[in-house]
């Protein structure tokens, strides 16, 4: 059994320690925003923040988060950051095929959070570990730096 704070609310899972918190998020809780996309931590389609910080729940073993916070998209969704970043990737058609935009609106409030006015540098970087197949990286570059300049204190 694992205890721990899920999108604000403390939860519980009776899952196998070694179970991945993607498949746990995805199937006990019904939160579908992670997606699985290389179950090797290399695309950031399962992003999630973890205490704070992005991780890929394809990586995290459920036993190493009791008493951890977690936030997946559907938590971050009603929040005034998330508000401001799609406001900004609709304002530059950020989206394609959207596989890849939970993880990506997770690694722009990672970045954001870190240093609210960054370089494109630093977004490049903040994203580098979020593969979008459409190649829409450089507007969702412009996104990011978008939502900087309109959530400023937000961040």
């Known amino acids: 059994m694992v205890k721990f704070i899920l999108n604000g609310e403390e939860v519980t899972s009776n899952a196998n320690q070694n179970e991945r918190l993607l498949d746990v998020i995805r199937n006990e809780f019904r939160l579908t925003g992670a997606k699985c996309g290389c179950k090797e931590g290399e695309c950031g389609a399962c992003s999630v923040i973890l205490d704070g910080k992005l991780v890929n ?14 936030m997946t998209i559907e938590g971050y969704s009603h929040t005034d950051r998330f508000s401001v970043l799609e406001k900004a990737y609709a304002s530059v058609s ?8 939970p993880g990506m609106m997770l690694a722009s409030e ?26 829409g990286y450089n507007a969702i570059v412009e996104a990011i730096g978008i939502a900087a300049k309109e959530g400023k204190g937000l961040w």
């Open 57 to 70: 729940s394809c990586m995290v073993a459920m036993g190493s988060i009791e008493g951890s916070t977690v």
């Open 94 to 101: 950020a989206v394609q095929c959207g596989f890849c935009i």
């Open 110 to 135: 990672s970045i954001l959070a870190e240093n609210p006015n960054p370089t494109e540098e630093d977004i490049r970087r903040g994203i580098s570990g979020n593969l979008c197949r459409c190649t």
